[in-house]
């Protein structure tokens, strides 16, 4: 079993790290993703814990419970996951936006 944060992996590392910056406890949290309150919090213990992982549709309820696109919580990439974590807030005119500057022939 992983000793520190760091050595857990991706995905455990960044729900917990959602889940703290959402303000919410871990049984809070399965509430919100559909989880039966009376295993809500041993649940999310265990994906932030790395000893199991949820299936997809588990993960989306979390995400959304959590207010960050799934990919967030499987991204290793640290400046992907800083644009994950703002992608929710942006308006639709600036996805567009941000869409079309990576979308742009890079300047030489």
């Keep these: 079993m992983?000793?520190?944060?760091?050595?857990?992996?991706?995905?455990?590392?960044?729900?917990?790290q959602a889940r703290l910056q959402a303000g919410l406890s871990q049984k809070e949290l399965g509430i919100r993703a559909g989880l039966d309150p009376q295993v809500a919090?041993?649940?999310?213990n265990q994906y932030e814990r790395a000893t199991h992982e949820p299936k997809l549709e588990t993960t989306e309820r979390i995400a959304a419970a959590l207010g960050v696109p799934p990919a967030f919580l499987y991204t290793?990439?640290?400046?992907?996951?800083?644009?994950?974590?703002?992608?929710n807030s942006l308006t639709?005119?600036?996805k567009?936006?941000?869409?079309?500057?990576?979308?742009a022939p890079a300047e030489k």
Aim: charged share 35%; no cysteine; glycine share 0%.
């Design 2 to 16: 992983p000793s520190s944060v760091d050595s857990l992996p991706t995905f455990a590392r960044r729900l917990k």
């Design 41 to 44: 919090s041993p649940r999310i």
């Design 76 to 87: 290793k990439d640290e400046l992907l996951a800083k644009v994950l974590l703002r992608w």
């Design 92 to 94: 639709r005119q600036q």
């Design 96 to 103: 567009r936006d941000v869409l079309r500057m990576i979308e």
